[in-house]
């Protein structure tokens, strides 16, 4: 697979290159960068003109201000749609938290996946219908992204494959399954090691991601099982220490004992990276399997994953059992 010559994270390219190639964006898009410069938020529009005009009215002007407010407030990127003004909005926060918190290996495609992400709510008609029932618009979201960033960067180098642990994870600590991605984005990395992702025209890239949420999200039925089975974890996850290991036991036990396919697929991806024999870091937390625990794991996950027919995750989970260069740094 030949990955685009541009490397790094550039946003102006990058909203250039989405006009150039989504041509329809330029009737109704406003890329906004939002940052903090000396102490004050900052606000740069991109856009046609007649949408920037748009911008000094006081109803649209006051719409927009309080999106750039949220955005920075809830320290995140984000798009929107006002079907009033009939215009749609990329609010890009350069300097989010989160990506000083990624490896520095990562932080370009971090960026990149979150600029992608935001444009793929854009994209399509379903992009922003999202509910706990049925996260489409999160799935095409993340698939547009997955697709585009193996397009840019080629082969992952890690991130993605951790983004859909996060999404897992995240999906088993809050009991939300807004951004319940993890099978989407997985299918897409299983795919992309045959499917050459770099030949598909902008039009294709489009189409391809509304396949993949389409034929990849879950179930009603799915989501439904798998909250009621990982309840009595809800809201313990993201603050387990070398004390609180019984969470990680728990997490296993629910996982090996499910009959539900989906749930198995979930909590085994959940747990993968907690199967490296150095341990993990969560959340500035150190953690580490005791020898018997991880063993068991590292075999009964992997058989399991087969006896349901989930090759590919009783593979990967067989390739995080091994030791790595570095132990896994993990955030949520």
Request: one cysteine or more; a positive charge; charged letters at 25%.
């Amino acid at each position: 697979m030949t990955a685009e010559a541009a490397t790094g994270f550039d946003y102006k390219r990058e909203v250039d290159a989405a006009f150039r190639d989504h041509p329809a964006l330029r009737k109704n898009t406003l890329f906004i960068l939002t940052k903090v410069e000396d102490g004050m938020s900052v606000n740069k529009v991109s856009g046609n003109w007649g949408l920037r005009l748009k911008t000094h009215l006081t109803p649209v002007a006051a719409w927009l201000q309080n999106t750039a407010v949220w955005a920075h407030q809830n320290d995140m990127s984000a798009a929107y749609k006002n079907d009033d003004y009939k215009i749609k909005a990329l609010i890009f926060k350069d300097d989010e938290s989160y990506f000083d918190k990624v490896p520095a290996k990562w932080r370009d495609t971090a960026r990149t996946f979150a600029f992608f992400h935001e444009l793929g709510h854009l994209m399509v008609q379903e992009g922003f219908d999202v509910t706990e029932d049925k996260p489409y618009g999160e799935c095409y979201a993340d698939a547009f992204a997955t697709i585009r960033c193996i397009q840019k960067f080629g082969a992952d180098d890690g991130f993605l494959d951790s983004t859909a642990w996060a999404r897992a994870y995240k999906f088993i600590h809050y009991n939300s399954s807004t951004h319940l991605t993890t099978t989407v984005i997985d299918k897409i990395l299983e795919d992309s090691k045959t499917r050459d992702f770099s030949k598909l025209t902008p039009a294709e890239t489009v189409e391809a991601a509304a396949q993949y949420a389409r034929d990849n999200m879950p179930s009603v039925v799915q989501i439904a099982t798998a909250k009621k089975n990982f309840k009595p974890l809800s809201g313990l996850l993201k603050y387990v220490n070398q004390d609180k290991m019984d969470r990680l036991q728990t997490l296993a036990s629910t996982t090996l004992a499910a009959g539900d396919r989906f749930t198995f697929y979930i909590g085994a991806r959940a747990f993968q990276p907690f199967l490296n024999p150095e341990g993990v870091e969560l959340n500035g937390s150190k953690l580490k399997l005791d020898f018997y625990e991880r063993t068991r794991m590292s075999q009964d996950l992997p058989k399991r994953a087969e006896r349901m027919g989930f090759d590919a995750l009783a593979q990967s989970t067989k390739e995080k059992a091994k030791p790595a260069k570095a132990p896994p740094v993990l955030k949520i």
